[in-house]
């Protein structure tokens, strides 16, 4: 299975594979008690191999720091956020996740 964000739709096709179900399903569920939604869902998500998982993604944006980033280095790739100093890669750090971009690895808990 691959985790294809580039478009809104890849997105929600992958989640609706993914939790098996409707993305108007998940929404509703989130919406209506996002506590039980977690809580139904934390062992699929638990048992499904992340590690293994192939993500495709295009490029990223945040406005953490009102888009202090974008606005002195313009938008740049998703590999190029995650080896310069930017807010995407330090709120990553925070949470311990790492990429190992020369191998294709991502890393989380130092595993």
Known sequence: MVFDI???????????????????????????????????????IKSKNIFCQKFVVMHYTSSLNKCDCIKQNGINSLQWALTKETEL???????????????????????
Do not use: G
């Not at 809104?8 to 506590?35: G, V, W």
């Open 89 to 111: 890669k330090m709120f990553l750090a925070s949470i311990d996740v790492r990429f190992d971009l020369k191998n294709k690895e991502l890393y989380f808990n130092k595993e």
């Open 6 to 44: 580039r478009t809104e739709d890849s997105a929600k096709i992958f989640l609706e594979n993914f939790f098996n179900t409707t993305i108007r399903t998940l929404i509703e569920m989130y919406n209506k008690d996002s506590e039980y939604f977690w809580s139904l869902n934390d062992d699929l």
